[in-house]
T-cell receptor, first 114, second 111 residues
Framework: GESVGLHLPTLSVQEGDNSIINCAYS??????FIWYKQESGKGPQFIID?????DKRQGQRVTVLLNKTVKHLSLQIAATQPGDSAVYFC?????????????FGGGTRVLVKP | DTAVSQTPKYLVTQMGNDKSIKCEQN?????MYWYKQDSKKFLKIMFS???????INETVPNRFSPKSPDKAHLNLHINSLELGDSAVYFC??????????FGSGTRLTVV
């Protein structure tokens, strides 16, 4: 999503519910996608990745879905926990991009309510 | 044992000063990066080095000069600091076609 003013898009979710974070990308040549989690005061941390030859990949409590037709990526977090509160970024990469450049989306803040 | 470590964590300095941020990785990666994160949390690449060679320079002012003495280190020197340089700077490293491992960031405040 797009940042509005100084505020990140925020997703408030009840503890135990599932979270879905969405990301749109613009470059149809992108073939590698990553989700990162950034907690306050820390650097972004790798969560899960997916290559363009797949449309779904699962990790521990997380699933990434890729829809290349509409250039859309989503991250699903199952049974959201307080420790999932953070800013989440999607990032894209192209095989022919020099220097393994990752281009990041604007970020979504997830707030988990107890 | 920290994989990507950068120092200092906080840096407060006056306009016009010159400062450096250091970064080291022990992951054996060939590629290292500097990213800038602004107050809206937007992450933008500044530089990429592969085995000490500059690969990406994303229209960063000449006041910013990266230096890579070896493939495990990528330092960032900033001359004549300006108010607009205030941000969080992240170092990262990666394998050739993989995700990055980021450092914990350096919060630079120019007053």
């Amino acid at each position: 999503g797009e940042s509005v003013g100084l505020h990140l898009p925020t997703l408030s979710v009840q503890e135990g519910d599932n979270s879905i974070i969405n990301c749109a990308y613009s470059n149809s040549a992108s073939d590698y996608f990553i989700w990162y989690k950034q907690e306050s005061g820390k650097g972004p941390q790798f969560i899960i990745d997916i290559r363009s030859n797949m449309d779904k990949r699962q990790g521990q409590r997380v699933t990434v879905l890729l829809n290349k037709t509409v250039k859309h990526l989503s991250l699903q977090i199952a049974a959201t926990q307080p420790g999932d509160s953070a800013v989440y970024f999607c990032a894209e990469n192209r095989a022919k991009a020099a220097g393994n450049k990752l281009t990041f989306g604007g970020g979504t803040r997830v707030l988990v309510k107890p | 044992d920290t994989a990507v470590s950068q120092t200092p964590k906080y840096l407060v300095t006056q306009m016009g000063n010159d400062k450096s941020i250091k970064c080291e990785q022990n992951l054996g990666h060939d590629t290292m990066y500097w990213y800038k994160q602004d107050s809206k949390k937007f992450l933008k690449i500044m530089f990429s080095y592969n085995n000490k060679e500059l690969i990406i320079n994303e229209t960063v002012p000449n006041r910013f000069s990266p230096k890579s003495p070896d493939k495990a280190h990528l330092n960032l020197h900033i001359n004549s600091l300006e108010l607009g340089d205030s941000a969080v700077y992240f170092c990262a490293s990666s394998p050739p076609r993989g995700g990055y491992t980021f450092g914990s960031g350096t919060r630079l405040t120019v007053v």
